[in-house]
């Protein structure tokens, strides 16, 4: 039920969700024009702000350049890569597929032929009431893993968990098993603040090696470009910058949550 929970209630809060919530209730109270007009242009002003590239990319920054690639080379005896990047083999797909969050793998990949880990462990499970139960995201990434070269010898599945606090804690029980508590952490920039201090909880010596970074530095020094068209593209809202503040603020609530919940 939590785990139902957890992944309904803050559609309600997200940008979409909330604005539809407001315009709802505008209809409801149509009769009180004062009422009503404020909902809407609340509804409005939501998703002008989120929708605005200004507002999407300072949030995502305030995530993503928290862990930020080390220079020096890295090393431990055991790379964690979470789930979340591939999309099962159901047809027509004729194989598995990466999503737009794939890169994590081909940086894990990178890492473990640049020699900075012996073992990669391979984090996902399916929620069963949206996932087929056959195919986890572990399994899933790793048919992608071993076409990146790496061998089968060198994976370890961990295909229970359904959240990030449950991919800390059965990870940790896999790693402490054989005697590791030091990891290289893999998965998306953004998702990195929340990840690490769930991992550290758990008693492991955490190195962060995000990927799949939205914001560049040429694309925030371009973003605030005094440029007129650039001005008028990134500040008219659009789908793209929309789905980036919910990402954002997925990760915020968790955080929240998971604070909440002593996970943290």
């Not at 220079?71 to 083999?89: C, D, F, K, Y």
């Not at 969050?101 to 894990?108: E, N, W």
Request: include cysteine; charged fraction near 15%.
């Amino acid at each position: 039920m939590f785990i139902f929970l957890s992944k309904l209630l803050p559609l309600f809060v997200y940008p979409l969700g909330l604005s539809t919530i407001l315009i709802l209730f505008a209809l409801i109270f149509s009769k009180h024009q004062k009422i009503s007009k404020t909902l809407i242009i609340l509804s409005g002003l939501i998703l002008f702000l989120s929708g605005n590239r200004w507002v999407s990319y300072s949030l995502a920054r305030s995530l993503e350049w928290k862990y930020l690639p080390q220079q020096a080379p890295i090393s431990a005896p055991a790379i964690v890569v979470l789930g979340g990047g591939t999309e099962s083999s159901y047809p027509p797909r004729t194989a598995v597929e990466v999503n737009s969050a794939g890169d994590r793998m081909i940086h894990a990949a990178d890492l473990y032929h640049a020699g900075a880990a012996p073992l990669i462990v391979l984090s996902g499970g399916n929620i069963d009431w949206m996932d087929s139960v056959d195919k986890s995201p572990a399994a899933d990434m790793q048919q992608i893993m071993i076409k990146l070269g790496v061998p089968e010898s060198a994976i370890l599945l961990q295909p229970k968990s359904q959240n990030t606090h449950e991919d800390a804690v059965y990870c940790a029980e896999l790693l402490k098993a054989r005697g590791i508590n030091r990891i290289i952490l893999v998965t998306t920039a953004m998702h990195m603040p929340r990840s690490v201090p769930l991992f550290e909880k758990q008693g492991l010596i955490v190195i962060p090696s995000p990927a799949d970074f939205t914001i560049t530095e040429d694309g925030w020094q371009r973003t605030f470009s005094p440029n007129f068209e650039t001005l008028l593209t990134n500040i008219l809202p659009n789908s793209s910058s929309l789905g980036l503040t919910t990402t954002v603020l997925k990760e915020y609530l968790g955080l929240v949550s998971y604070h909440f919940q002593g996970w943290l």
